[in-house]
């Protein structure tokens, strides 16, 4: 038997585990899903060491690859975790145990006649897959995410974060162990995520993280729905009228607190009426923290920074890394944002409420920030728990991917032997397509 073969049946065998877990996941009620929930926060913790020694492997492994060029300090910061991170994991799967349950909602009842009621409900998605990259706490709030909303899910993370992850999905497992067998999987080869994206009567939907060139080699090679989370290039615009001690604050934040990841900013778009003003002190802050910065030729004018090419309009750095361009107005910064951007996070700071409407209605991205940094646009400060992702697409979700992002609906419609014969001929009966104030629950409760 050939190797590939002999993937190609595991990875089957896998999924059909899957899929017989999200069939009895779906109806696990929500005190079972939290207690769950709860479990993994306590294992994470009472794991700590064990996922922190696999941790440091990778770490080990992955300078090495930085010496030699083969990856970036971005990826290396990425991968790294610390007592602090793996406490801030736990708290964070209890942020997802402690979140509305996202299924059995009623989302429209209506009665068709009396006693022919419709209600379209809340349901998981089912089987879901997931490639993500190499931040080992996504494939935590990934599953936690997954295990809330009743949905199996298939993981594969970056090869650079392999130990981590195997140790991460073994303490999942084990402190689920009263789940359903094969709830959450995991894969390490490529070969299984191109049997994976074969397998479209079996998987309902994909969530890779990652470059828009990989995001598009996902959607290119299977026919299971796409729900991608591409690179962030985000921008933020101080506008002529912005508070500019608030401005630079903004601004440093969006880029210094973690250049990291593909909320930070990776280009600034000044006014050029206050760009004497504003940019020598943020540009003295900026390299004082260790920002490389580049900029246009009116930049350059103003402050001695490097110049910007073509490229870094369309550059994600995720590093200390940041191009400056100055704009006539909010509209040229709308017409920026919209030709170089990723519809991910765009910013604007100004005092002025109608520059601020034109930019936030003009920009088209996922989230549209007003004197505030781009840093926000997280599940977890959004409120939603943790998020799979960053969708930047338009279509089922968008912006953060949290537990409604996880789910779908599906219609039930009760009634007392009512016939469609009834509502057709001559004699035909009519619909009342009354809406209801009403909820459906199991048993008709």
């Not at 993370?157 to 084990?174: M, P, Q, T, W, Y």
């Not at 580049?294 to 920074?305: I, K, L, M, P, S």
């Amino acid at each position: 038997m050939s190797e590939t073969t002999e993937i190609d049946r595991d990875t089957d065998e896998l999924v059909e585990r899957s899929q017989r877990a999200a069939l009895r996941l779906a109806n696990a009620d929500e005190a079972t899903r939290n207690e769950a929930l709860r479990s993994v926060a306590d294992a994470l913790r009472a794991n700590e060491s064990a996922i922190l020694e696999a941790n440091a492997r990778d770490v080990e492994a992955a300078e090495e690859m930085l010496e030699r060029g083969e990856y970036t300090q971005a990826l290396v910061d990425r991968l790294k975790l610390d007592a602090a991170k793996i406490d801030d994991i736990a708290a964070m799967v209890e942020s997802v145990a402690e979140q509305d349950d996202p299924l059995g909602r009623t989302l429209a009842a209506r009665e068709l006649d009396e006693g022919l009621e419709l209600y379209r409900v809340s349901v998981p998605i089912g089987v879901v897959a997931t490639v993500f990259e190499s931040r080992p706490d996504a494939l935590v709030q990934i599953a936690a995410l997954a295990l809330k909303s009743g949905n199996a899910v298939i993981l594969k993370g970056g090869s650079e974060a392999s130990e981590s992850n195997r140790v991460l999905h073994r303490v999942i497992r084990e402190a689920t162990a009263d789940l359903p067998e094969g709830w959450a999987g995991l894969v390490e080869a490529h070969e299984e995520v191109d049997r994976l994206l074969e397998l479209d009567d079996k998987v309902d939907l994909v969530m890779p993280r990652g470059s828009s060139e990989f995001v598009s080699y996902i959607q290119d090679n299977t026919q299971i729905p796409v729900l991608g989370h591409t690179e962030g290039i985000c921008h933020v615009y101080v506008d002529d009228d912005a508070d500019l001690e608030m401005a630079a604050a903004v601004a440093f934040d969006a880029k210094v607190q973690y250049p990291a990841v593909c909320n930070a900013v990776e280009t600034l778009l000044v006014n050029e009426s206050v760009a004497p003003e504003f940019l020598p002190g943020l540009v003295e802050r900026y390299e004082a923290a260790g920002v490389e910065l580049r900029g246009d030729d009116a930049t350059r004018e103003v402050v001695d920074v490097g110049a910007a090419t073509d490229d870094d309009w369309d550059a994600e750095y995720g590093d200390l890394e940041l191009s400056i361009k100055l704009v006539d107005d909010v509209y040229e910064a709308v017409e920026h944002v919209n030709a170089h951007g990723s519809k991910h996070t765009e910013s604007i700071v100004t005092e002025d409420r109608s520059a601020a409407d034109a930019f936030m209605t003009g920009i088209d991205a996922a989230s549209v920030f007003h004197n505030a940094s781009t840093r926000f646009a997280d599940g977890y400060r959004y409120g939603l728990g943790a998020e799979v992702g960053i969708s930047t697409g338009k279509v089922h979700a968008r912006g953060p991917v949290g537990l409604e992002g996880l789910t779908t609906y599906k219609y039930y419609l009760e009634g007392d032997g009512h016939l469609v014969a009834s509502y057709s001929g001559e004699d035909a009966l009519p619909f009342t397509h009354r809406e209801l104030d009403a909820e459906w629950a199991v048993g008709g409760e």
